[in-house]
């Protein structure tokens, strides 16, 4: 198929989900949990991912190959392209159901490949949506085959030899399990995080707090790069602590439909049963609950502690809920240190009005990304996304996953 139409396809299945943009928002809802206002956003940043994806079909398609930069070759020319590498086995969460599909399909089919689809099997629905418009775009039925199943069909997809590329947003027990089976060939992996924001004396006040509270609690706090551990300077702790709070108590709770809830359930009942045994577990261990710790079923209140041992699994895993951990720091070099210390990482944030600050923590932050003056949980779909550290495979956003996607083919020219 060729790169125009491509990105026809793409732009045209953009167009389509834009204008049944509440349809799609709804369908987020109701099996995702997101409240309605999250799910229009994230819609729109599906139809964002689709555009970007439609523009590189068009220009990433190689470059000419200098050979007569180098001694012997004077005589010789050429290029290269950018090709498919085949089948894509494309795996993805419950928390972005749409936006987080579009980054895998997108991708391929600005790069010509086929696709393999295997969403969540709690959110199936808003995936097979877009694979549905992008077939009504007049991409053939062929090209991408949606497939709903439990991990012995993971492993089936990611084992299979005609499978050239593994593509994965989960946990690191699944990735893991992938990589053992998946065999000779490429894999992307992004595994999550536990993003740490640094709050500084000289930042603005109520800039850190307000995006503190929405990055740590946006889609019930399940964001891979939603703010966990908010570390906060000793001189501004306690007036923080108190905004902060004061802010977060006042969050809605409830139906996800309805404009004005802030938080919406948790994916099932069982996460924020999860989620409460591993808040008990802090609690008993010494850290302090500052509000929240109230659950309904599958909605958890937004929860707030303090003085959390960092040897509990809220401070060293990735929470993924509606709770956040507060401590306090002396010194940026203390921060960094603490903000570096698990394993693994995607984004971090600091506020700071100090410019040599904020690029020396941007320098020493072993992340993925480091957001300056606002919340680690800031992503743009055109940036490069991915982990530092421990299971760190890969890069999404849309160019990145494209290249990541395609394979170079040289042809060279000898003019003798």
């Known amino acids: 198929m060729s790169r125009h139409r491509r990105s026809s396809i793409l732009e045209t299945a953009a167009r389509i989900v834009e204008g049944r943009r509440d349809d799609f928002a709804k369908t987020i809802v109701l099996e995702a949990g997101k409240t309605i206002v999250q799910a229009r956003k994230e819609v729109l940043r599906c139809v964002n991912t689709l555009k970007l994806s439609a523009e590189e079909a068009k220009r990433n398609a190689g470059e000419v190959v200098p050979f007569d930069a180098y001694a012997g070759s004077e005589k010789r020319q050429g290029w290269f392209t950018r090709e498919p590498l085949g089948i894509i086995a494309a795996i993805t969460p419950y928390n972005d159901p749409l936006n987080l599909v579009a980054h895998k399909l997108g991708p391929a089919i600005a790069g010509g490949n086929a696709a393999l689809l295997k969403p969540s099997k709690l959110t199936p629905l808003s995936a097979i949506q877009l694979v549905d418009a992008l077939v009504e775009a007049g991409l053939p039925e062929a090209v991408v085959t949606a497939v709903i199943g439990d991990r012995q069909l993971n492993s089936a997809l990611v084992s299979a030899r005609e499978v050239r590329m593994v593509s994965f947003t989960g946990g ?74 004061k802010a977060t108590s006042k969050l809605k709770v409830g139906d996800p439909l309805h404009e004005d809830t802030d938080v919406g359930p948790m994916i099932s009942k069982r996460a924020a049963e999860r989620t409460e045994a591993a808040v008990d577990e802090a609690i008993a261990a010494g850290a302090r609950l500052l509000c929240g710790h109230q659950r309904d079923g599958s909605l958890y209140w937004p929860t707030v502690l303090e003085g959390t041992p960092v040897t509990c699994r809220l401070w060293q895993e990735e929470v993924f809920a509606p709770v956040v951990m507060l401590a306090q720091f002396e010194t940026l070099d203390q921060a960094i240190a603490m903000a570096n210390a698990p394993e693994y990482s995607l984004h971090a944030g600091i506020f700071t009005n100090n410019l040599a600050d904020a690029l020396d923590a941007a320098s020493r932050i072993d992340a993925g990304g480091v957001i300056i003056n606002d919340s680690s949980d800031y992503r743009f779909d055109a940036m490069p996304f991915g982990g530092f550290k421990f299971g760190s495979m890969g890069r999404e956003g849309v160019r990145f996953a494209y290249e990541e996607m395609t394979q170079p083919k040289v042809v060279c020219i000898n003019r003798k």
């Open 172 to 245: 690191f027990a699944a990735g893991e399990a992938i990589s053992r089976v998946a065999g000779l060939k490429k894999l992307a992996m992004e595994l999550g995080g536990n993003a740490p924001v640094i709050v500084m004396n000289d930042c603005d006040f109520d800039q850190a707090v307000e995006g503190c509270v929405s990055g740590a609690f946006w889609a019930a706090g399940q964001n891979c790069i939603g703010a966990q551990r908010i570390l906060v300077q000793a001189g501004l702790y306690d007036r923080f602590r108190s905004a902060f709070v």
